[in-house]
């Protein structure tokens, strides 16, 4: 399997801009989660959903912040209009309850707002 | 509040020698710990996870410990390798919802 795949790998836009982050987690894994990663802040988690359906977004900073996931092969995390404080490595991860729900990261989308 | 906090925040250390992380949370009712290895420019990959009724647990040179009554972790590192230069971060399971609280994690490296 080639893992949790996410992209673009790297994203530069302007302020105001719409960015989307794409993921496609492991296949069979039923939980997909979206966190944020900053120096200052470390991983927050930022949405999860199980079996396609948003668990809990509690973690969205505001509501420029969406995320959908479709069907099971596939979720975007999208951002409108973007902020130069949404700078940051945005990571998606999935799981399966079968592994002790052990998540794998993908490899990440750092984002750069201007 | 559910806080993981971790110490040292950043520790250099000679290939070949030992290092030990610590974790220290918050989190109640406890449910899991788990400790991530994060490599630059990638995303964290788990180490251990442990339960309640788990003291210690090992994955090849890294050794985990939990004291549920202290609430208290360390992540032992045997016979450093420059490999193991990364960063370090502690995960706990529980609380209100059995939501993941993150520590900021603790930055390894490792020198000739």
């Known amino acids: 399997d080639a893992g949790v795949i996410q992209s673009p790998r790297h994203e530069v836009t302007e302020m105001g801009q719409e960015v989307t982050l794409r993921c496609k987690p492991i296949?069979?894994?039923?939980?997909l989660f979206w966190y944020r990663q900053t120096m200052m802040r470390g991983l927050e988690l930022l949405i999860y959903f199980n079996n396609n359906v948003p668990i809990d977004d509690s973690g969205m900073p505001e509501d420029r912040f969406s995320a959908k996931m479709p069907n099971a092969s596939f979720s975007t995390l999208k951002i409108q209009p973007s902020e130069p404080r949404d700078s940051a490595v945005y990571f998606c991860a999935s799981s399966y309850a079968g592994q002790k729900n052990i998540q794998y990261f993908g490899a990440g989308t750092r984002l750069s707002v201007l | 509040k559910n806080q993981v906090e971790q110490s040292p925040q950043s520790l250099i250390i000679l290939e070949g020698k030992n290092c030990t992380l610590q974790?220290?949370?918050?989190?109640?009712?406890?449910?899991?710990l788990r400790w991530y290895k994060q490599d630059t420019g990638r995303g964290p990959v788990s180490l251990t996870i442990m339960t309640f009724s788990e003291n210690t647990k090992s994955n090849g040179r890294y050794t985990a410990t939990l004291d549920a009554d202290t609430k208290q972790s360390s992540l032992h590192i045997t016979a450093s390798q420059l490999s193991d230069s990364a960063s370090y971060i502690c995960?706990?399971?529980?609380?209100?919802?059995?939501?993941?609280?993150f520590g900021t994690g603790t930055q390894l490296k490792v020198e000739l």
């Open positions: 974790c220290n949370y918050t989190v109640s009712p406890f449910s899991n």
């Open positions: 296949s069979g894994h039923n939980s």
């Open positions: 995960v706990v399971r529980g609380g209100g919802g059995n939501k993941l609280t």
